[in-house]
């Protein structure tokens, strides 16, 4: 048995950097994958998802170009390109075996399982380790009812061999609404059936309404407090059997995605055969990413906190320097920007408003709605809406939420604006180029600091200014 100081299991984003910075420590350090390296990121998530997304967003620019003084063609949609574009960049993103050897990261291929809490075997062949890093990723949720067989995950859509003139999505988060938005943008009928009053529940009510009525705009159809029951096969297509608002409907779709969530699932490395325990969405770990087995930690979805790759990045790094050094840093992940690939964009970074007094802050909220911006109008992106979180004893931003065109670039100054702890007149004295999206931005930061004008008890939000 060969032996390593530490052995990573999943080479993913959170695999990737605790294997990195653990032989940057001048660790002996092994990595098992049994899949593609790179993990759900590269090879199923953020890479060909964003893919997917700036295709649909070409297409629709191109049908639409006469507004814009440009005449062509018939626009056709050779999906086979599409999806091979996608296998192209996916292809030259992926990290390969021969990288990580150059860093001094043995790399084994093959299911890695726990025999003995500092064994585990990957296909056969065992591993030693005085420590442990589990960033074995996660799984795409399944639907619990009947005809679920009928239904593909986020994983296998994303590939898709044909294209779906129809399109049903189960699940009304961020997955969900960054591949309808893409599918609407090539063409195909896409409904959206959301359990909750509204969609994306992790982002305030507000953000989120204003996302959906612009993806209303572009054909997406929502239907909100709607439980599946079932599905049945029917001539070119699936029957989806639903409750909506208390009542019952039915629809038919050439194509059903379940897009409700992922979760790391430990039978996969033998979790139970060691102790180690769950939690809500991964194992459970301490703030050290300690799991209940003091020499195994984990990162990313395995560790089951937010299931962002910057986040899995982080805690694969940590996890990597408190299994060989002892606990000595702790995660933090309080100012990390995440953003939704839909069209608009929506990002957040921070404390929502209701989040701020379980911190000891006393917040007050500005909002700006971005319409009708000189910038909105004249490149066409006429969307936006900008929600800022301040704590009014310091006049410092705590947090943000956005719906913009440039949502990803824009959160980046609200992440550092939180992390420098500046006042807002700081922000707001900078001066906007003009004509661009950040202008509305800067300008919800002032001019003057948000002073509490009313309190809608109701609705739990106080206002700043209208």
């Known amino acids: 048995m060969e032996p390593f100081d530490l052995v990573v299991i999943g080479a993913g984003a959170a695999g990737l950097a605790a294997a990195t910075t653990a032989a940057e420590m001048g660790a002996r350090v092994a990595v098992a994958e049994a899949g593609p390296l790179g993990g759900l990121s590269v090879n199923r998530g953020c890479v060909p998802k964003k893919t997917l997304v700036t295709s649909g967003r070409v297409h629709r620019l191109v049908r639409d ?43 084994v291929v093959g299911v890695a399982r726990f025999t003995d809490p500092h064994i585990v075997e990957v296909d056969g062949r065992p591993l030693g380790a005085e420590r442990f890093v589990i960033a074995a990723g996660s799984e795409p949720a399944i639907l619990e009812i009947p005809g679920r067989e009928r239904c593909i995950t986020s994983d296998q859509l994303l590939f898709l061999p044909a294209f779906p003139t129809s399109l049903t999505f189960v699940g009304g988060g961020p997955v969900a ?58 001539a070119g297509g699936v029957r989806i059997e639903f409750d909506s608002a208390g009542m019952a409907n039915e629809l038919t779709s050439s194509q059903v995605c379940a897009a409700v969530g992922r979760r790391f699932h430990p039978r996969t490395i033998g979790a139970a055969r060691i102790g180690l325990e769950m939690g809500r969405l991964g194992l459970r770990t ?57 069209t608009p964009e929506v990002a957040t970074v921070g404390l929502a408003y209701g989040e701020a007094p379980a911190q000891g802050l006393h917040p007050a909220v500005a909002r700006q709605d971005a ?17 800022l979180v301040f704590d009014q004893d310091t006049q410092r931003l705590i947090g943000a939420q956005m719906v913009s065109p440039a949502a990803a670039e824009l959160i980046q100054l609200c992440a550092l604006a939180i992390r420098s702890r500046v006042p807002a007149t700081v922000v707001a004295g900078q001066l906007a180029a003009h004509p661009s999206h950040g202008e ?20 739990g939000v106080v206002e700043s200014r209208p």
């Open 65 to 107: 170009a006469g507004t814009f003084g440009t005449v062509g063609g018939e626009v056709r949609l050779d999906w086979d390109a599409v999806v091979q574009r996608q296998h192209r960049v996916v292809d030259q993103l992926r990290p390969t075996a021969a990288d990580l050897e150059k860093r001094g990261i043995r790399v």
């Open 177 to 234: 609404l960054e591949l309808a938005g893409a599918f609407a943008d090539f063409g195909s009928r896409v409904t959206v059936l959301a359990r909750d009053a509204e969609v994306l529940p992790g982002v305030d009510p507000d953000v989120a309404r204003h996302l959906r009525k612009r993806m209303e705009e572009r054909g997406v159809t929502f239907r909100l407090q709607t439980a599946v029951r079932r599905l049945a096969p029917v």
């Open 286 to 342: 301490s703030p050290y990413l300690c799991t209940s087995v003091p020499h195994i930690y984990a990162a990313g979805d395995a560790a089951g906190n937010r299931q962002l790759t910057p986040v899995a990045e982080h805690e694969g790094r940590i996890a990597a320097v408190n299994a060989l050094r002892g606990d000595v840093e702790r995660a933090d992940e309080a100012v990390i920007p995440q953003v939704i690939f839909t």
């Open 371 to 387: 319409r009708g911006s000189h910038n909105g109008v004249a490149t066409a992106e006429d969307a936006g809406y900008f929600k």
């Open 440 to 459: 509305r931005l800067l300008k919800t930061f002032g001019p003057e600091p948000p002073v509490v004008s009313r309190v809608t008890q109701s609705a």
